[in-house]
Structure formats: structure tokens, C-alpha cells
């Protein structure tokens, strides 16, 4: 154990599949040796809502799809000294992004009214659900982001290797085995 | 008659005709290229392969190699200018690797492994640009092409048939299918060309073939591009 404070950690998934999120915990045992350095704030693996004021370090999995999507993207930004873009869909949209040429009303049509199979089918509209955007967009088209972690997903590896990087207060790099975009 | 630069520091021999890229890699030395290709002209255009020859910037795959010349094309400067470059490519068209079929084989996505590119860095275009899977043994998919050119080569000039060319200038320029009704099934093209080989992208995709080698066990999946002898074909 360090006797050095914990640095905080906050993950969330925006418009991902939360396949990243189980790379994350393909570190396996290493994450007993990563809880001797940081502690979980918001995260899916806390339930914790929202984000304390004085995070270290955010992790986003997903793009932006929603208006949902990027006020919790701001609320990390402001409440996270360093964000990490974790995956294809963080970094350049990716499978949600593949929607990107076709306009959202054609998309809604089909899904809710002209797929076969639908009977008296209707776009949801309830106001609680959030507004999806016109296209999808990679998390660094809105907020600042810091560090990249490309894969689809990135392995646990790479995710490991990243993470103590910047613990032992390295610039981050993936070689040859650990840079994938696939 | 034989002579020889520096590329790096490395003593490189040459002989007279040579551009740089070739003597380099002769040598054996990697230099990142995108529209080079070592069996046709070059095409100068993806200045991937720019290094600084005495001090000053020069695509490699055209300038002849001279006696004396001091290259430099590993630094940190050069690279980052052709990551710059490549993160470009990658915003202009729609490269979602986890989806493509040439993954893992892909020029593209080596070169921007072999340069450390860890985000696309610029906004994304998201063009909309249609498929033709018309042929009943080839797809194309535009919405990968960096305009290399090398399927217009080798179809000009190793098939003698003219199946595609650049259209448009600038931003605008793109890929067309030399057909009236601009479908590759209305053309003479055929999985034999050459044309049908160079693409060193997605967008020229035999059908049928496409996972028959799972992701993780393709060419640059194995070693990184700079590594790789003939980066040329991968499928």
C-alpha cells in the first residue's frame, strides 16, 4: 500500500456497448493492484450518478449519440482533471456513427413504422427520453479530451499498459500488439 | 555506377536512376508510403514518404537519389507531420476498422500503428458515399478510398483497360468507374487484373472472402508495417 492519496477514477459508457467496460475488468487480478492506487467515483461499477468535483481521471466508452450522452460528457470534463477516451465509438463514433449518412427521420421511420412486422407502431416521444442528435460524433469533436485508448475494444492490455503509464506519470504509448483499431 | 547517401545516419548505397524510397528499400530501411508502389510510376501525391533531403522537404518516391545527399525521415518532426497527414485521411473518408474487412491487412491502418496515431485528432467529414457491389466478384466500397490512385495505374497501365479514374479536383476529387452507367459489373474488370490487387485499403474487396482469416492473424497483425517486406498485398 501506498501512502500516497488515491487518485479518484470515474468511468461511464455514452453511445458504446459497454464492451470496453468489460475489457476493463479483463485486467483481471491486476485490479487489486490498481485499487492500491486509485478508488472508483461515478462509475457502472460503483452506481455512483454523478461525478464528485475533484475526479483525476475520467474514462469515456461510446460516442456522442444523444443529448443525454453530452451533458454527461461536460460533466465529466468539469469534473475530471484528465480524460481518456476509451474505444472505437469514444475515438471516431464507430458502429452508432455508421448511421451518420442517413437522415435521423428515415432512420426512426423505419425502425418504429415501416419495418415489417410493425402494427400501429409510433416514435417514441416521451420528454424523458433524451434527444438523439442528427449524427453521431466522436467525444473530442466536443469536450477537450487528453489520452486515447484505440480498439474495438482495446484489450485489457492495453487499457493495463495506458493506466500505469500515466500512474508513473509517463506519456502514454501502445506498441506493436496493443495498438488496434479492430 | 554505385553510390551511396546517408538516410539517418545510414549509409545507403543506390544506383544512378534510383529514387530514395527505392535505394531505402533495397536496404532494407522502411519509409512510410501510401501511392507507392514498387512496380508502378510514382504518383507523388499522398506525401506520406516526405523526408528532408540537406534540410528540405521532398517526397521520397520521386526524388532521385544523389551522391552525398543527407536524408532524414525518422524524426519526430517527419513523423508527426505524417501522422498529421494520415489522421487527415482517416476524417475525410469513413474508415470504421472493427467493420472492415480489411482490417489487420490494411496499409492504412499499419501506417498509422507504425506512426503512433492514438485518435483521428480532427472532426470527421462522414461523407456519404454509396457501395457498388454490382460485380458479382468484387465490391467496391468508396467510402475508404485515400486517392492513391494505384487501381487507376495498374488498370491504365498493366491491364490496358481503364476501369477507373480520379474525378473532380481538390476536396471534391474521388474515384469513379470508367462505365456509362458508372457500375464495375459494366465494365470488362476481373478478379485476374492487377487492378484488382494494388488497393492497399477496403475499397476493393473480393467477395466471399472476406473473415476467411480472423482478425489478430493477418499480415500486419503478425509485425508492424516497418518490418513487413512486401506491404503491398495482404489478401
Redesign the interface.
Known amino acids: 500500500m501506498t501512502d500516497k492519496k488515491k487518485l479518484k477514477v470515474a468511468t461511464t459508457s455514452l453511445a458504446g456497448c459497454f464492451g470496453c467496460h468489460m475489457s476493463f475488468l479483463d485486467i483481471d487480478e491486476r485490479l487489486f493492484t490498481l485499487l492500491e492506487h486509485i478508488e472508483f467515483d461515478r462509475s457502472p461499477l460503483t452506481d455512483i450518478k454523478t461525478c464528485s468535483p475533484d475526479c483525476d481521471i475520467g474514462i469515456i466508452e461510446g460516442g456522442l449519440c444523444n443529448a443525454e450522452n453530452v451533458h454527461v460528457l461536460r460533466e465529466f470534463r468539469k469534473n475530471c482533471k484528465i480524460l481518456i477516451?476509451m474505444g472505437?465509438c469514444a475515438?471516431?463514433?464507430?458502429?452508432p456513427?455508421?448511421r451518420?449518412?442517413l437522415p435521423l427521420t428515415t432512420i426512426l421511420e423505419e425502425v418504429y413504422h415501416t419495418s415489417p412486422g410493425l402494427a400501429n407502431g409510433m416514435i417514441p416521444n416521451d420528454p424523458e427520453l433524451p434527444l438523439p442528435l442528427n449524427?453521431v460524433?466522436?467525444i473530442?469533436?466536443v469536450v477537450k479530451?487528453d489520452?486515447?485508448?484505440?480498439g474495438?475494444p482495446p484489450s485489457g492490455d492495453a487499457i493495463w499498459k495506458v493506466l500505469t503509464d500515466l500512474l508513473a506519470g509517463k506519456e502514454?504509448?501502445?506498441e506493436?500488439g496493443l495498438?488496434h483499431?479492430? | 555506377m554505385s553510390h551511396t547517401f546517408t538516410l539517418d545516419g545510414k549509409v545507403i548505397p543506390f544506383v544512378d536512376g534510383q529514387t530514395i524510397i527505392q535505394a531505402a528499400s533495397a536496404a532494407g530501411v522502411f519509409i512510410p508510403h501510401l501511392c507507392y508502389h514498387p512496380e508502378f510510376k510514382p504518383h507523388g501525391s499522398c506525401k506520406l514518404c516526405t523526408v528532408k533531403v540537406n534540410g528540405r522537404h521532398t517526397a521520397s518516391c520521386t526524388m532521385r537519389a544523389a551522391p552525398g545527399m543527407v536524408v532524414e525521415s525518422e524524426t519526430e518532426e517527419i513523423n508527426a507531420e505524417r501522422r498529421a497527414l494520415t489522421q487527415m485521411l482517416?476524417v475525410e473518408g469513413?474508415?470504421?476498422?472493427?467493420?472492415?474487412e480489411k482490417?489487420?491487412n490494411c496499409q492504412l491502418?499499419a501506417t498509422?500503428?507504425h506512426l503512433?496515431m492514438?485518435?483521428?485528432?480532427y472532426?470527421?467529414f462522414?461523407?456519404?458515399?454509396a457501395v457498388d457491389a454490382s460485380h458479382p466478384e468484387v465490391l467496391l466500397d468508396f467510402n475508404r478510398c485515400i486517392l492513391c490512385s494505384l487501381c487507376v495505374r495498374a488498370s491504365r497501365d498493366v491491364d490496358g483497360k481503364n476501369v477507373f479514374g480520379l474525378s473532380g479536383r481538390g476536396i471534391k476529387t474521388h474515384l469513379i468507374v470508367n462505365a456509362k452507367s458508372g457500375q464495375l459489373a459494366d465494365t470488362d474488370f476481373t478478379l485476374d487484373d492487377k487492378a484488382a490487387q494494388v488497393c492497399p485499403v477496403g475499397v476493393i474487396l473480393k467477395k466471399r472472402r472476406g473473415f476467411a482469416v480472423p482478425?489478430g492473424e493477418r499480415k500486419f497483425d503478425k509485425?508492424?508495417i516497418s518490418e513487413t517486406a512486401d506491404t503491398t498485398e495482404g489478401r
Open positions: 477516451a472505437a475515438i471516431n463514433g464507430g458502429l456513427a455508421q451518420n449518412h449524427q460524433h466522436p473530442h469533436e479530451i489520452y486515447f485508448i484505440p474495438c502514454p504509448t501502445l506493436h495498438m483499431y479492430d | 482517416f469513413n474508415h470504421f476498422c472493427p467493420s472492415c482490417s489487420g491502418q498509422a500503428y503512433g492514438m485518435s483521428p485528432h472532426d470527421h462522414f461523407p456519404n458515399r482478425i509485425a508492424p
